[in-house]
Nanobody, 125 residues
Framework: QVQLVESGGGSVQAGGSLKLSCVVSGITADSYTLGWFRQVPGKGRQRVSCMGDRDNDKFYDDSVRGRFTISRDNSKKTVWLQMDSLKEEDTGVYLC??????????????????WGQGTLVTVSS
């Protein structure tokens, strides 16, 4: 059974930074996509960023491109989301997801095989 555990959320003022982490366990596939989504009250689930096995296989939503950076360590089965220049509209519960398909499928079609419980990020003015 695949499990994902997020950490690193918290409260920060606009313009600040946070770094989220997600540790994956129970996955046996050699290749898989990891991604970050956020749940915003009244707006549903939004994609943030997705990443494949290779460093150049990444997707960013337009709303975070240039401010957020996704990275992963396959040996540690960990994915991170560095969030800089945070805005109030970045507030939400950030969920980590794993998918056995492609980055495009995960981030454009919201495909996933497993989700974490989420970590809350609150950005205030």
């Amino acid at each position: 059974q695949v499990q994902l555990v997020e950490s690193g959320g918290g409260s920060v003022q606009a313009g600040g930074s946070l770094k989220l982490s997600c540790v994956v366990s129970g996955i046996t596939a050699d290749s898989y996509t990891l991604g970050w989504f956020r749940q915003v009250p009244g707006k549903g689930r939004q994609r943030v960023s997705c990443m494949g096995d290779r460093d150049n296989d990444k997707f960013y939503d337009d709303s975070v491109r240039g401010r957020f950076t996704i990275s992963r360590d396959n040996s540690k089965k960990t994915v991170w989301l560095q969030m800089d220049s945070l805005k109030e509209e970045d507030t939400g519960v950030y969920l980590c997801a794993a998918y056995l398909g492609t980055v495009q499928e995960m981030c454009r079609m919201y495909a996933s095989d497993a989700w974490g419980q989420g970590t809350l990020v609150t950005v205030s003015s």
